[in-house]
T-cell receptor, first 112, second 111 residues
Framework: SAVISQKPSRDICQRGTSLTIQCQVD?????MFWYRQQPGQSLTLIATANQGSEATYESGFVIDKFPISRPNLTFSTLTVSNMSPEDSSIYLC?????????FGPGTRLTVL | GENVEQHPSTLSVQEGDSAVIKCTYSDSASNYFPWYKQELGKGPQLIID?????GEKKDQRIAVTLNKTAKHFSLHITETQPEDSAVYFC??????????FGTGTSLTVIP
């Protein structure tokens, strides 16, 4: 398995501002993922972050809105930029190890 | 790409009864099928998985079955308990490279 922590666990932000979410893993992993989960919905993949390369974004998500950093094999950040109320969601970090995927506890974001 | 459908969206059972959640997938290349349990305010937790070379897997009160021909797999929870109440997600993956999730089932176990 993998132990994943996220910071912050929740935040309330004003529209037009940005928030950076941190994800820390207890050991080195190649692939890290960022998901969005809107209230009562399933998980939507935002992007895949591999160390040493640019993140790969899914359709509907762009780097200017969701810049991602992956400075090493245990850490990644996701920034939600120029926020609007539609960005209110749970943001989840996950890692893949031995074909299995494990999730962090999530960051609950509310944009007013 | 892969499309995963999950049914039912909500399920209520009496404590001690069984619960069954079903998923179908579209891509025959998918070979790994995990199930996740998500409790309120927490991230999804892997509870059981099955690979395409196996038809059934059991872990205490939880079992998963896979029918590759029909492209469907199911989660079975026996002797349900109130702590089983949560949202359950199925997923399909090709060798763990990308995961496609179902829409979730909200399970309520009534004491």
């Amino acid at each position: 398995s993998a132990v994943i922590s996220q910071k912050p666990s929740r935040d309330i932000c004003q529209r037009g501002t940005s928030l950076t979410i941190q994800c820390q893993v207890d050991s080195q992993v190649t692939m890290m993922f960022w998901y969005r989960q809107q209230p009562g919905q399933s998980l939507t993949l935002i992007a895949t972050a591999n160390q040493g390369s640019e993140a790969t974004y899914e359709s509907g998500f762009v780097i200017d809105k969701f810049p991602i950093s992956r400075p090493n094999l245990t850490f990644s950040t996701l920034t939600v930029s120029n926020m609007s109320p539609e960005d209110s969601s749970i943001y989840l970090c996950s890692v893949s190890r031995d074909r299995e995927q494990f999730f962090g506890p999530g960051t609950r974001l509310t944009v007013l | 790409g892969e499309n995963v459908e999950q049914h039912p969206s909500t399920l209520s059972v009496q404590e001690g009864d069984s619960a069954v959640i079903k998923c179908t997938y579209s891509d025959s290349a998918s070979n790994y099928f995990p199930w996740y349990k998500q409790e309120l305010g927490k991230g999804p937790q892997l509870i059981i998985d099955i690979r395409s070379n196996v038809g059934e897997k059991k872990d205490q009160r939880i079992a998963v079955t896979l029918n590759k021909t029909a492209k469907h797999f199911s989660l079975h929870i026996t002797e349900t308990q109130p702590e089983d109440s949560a949202v359950y997600f199925c997923a399909a993956s090709i060798a763990g490279n990308q995961f496609y999730f179902g829409t979730g089932t909200s399970l309520t176990v009534i004491p």
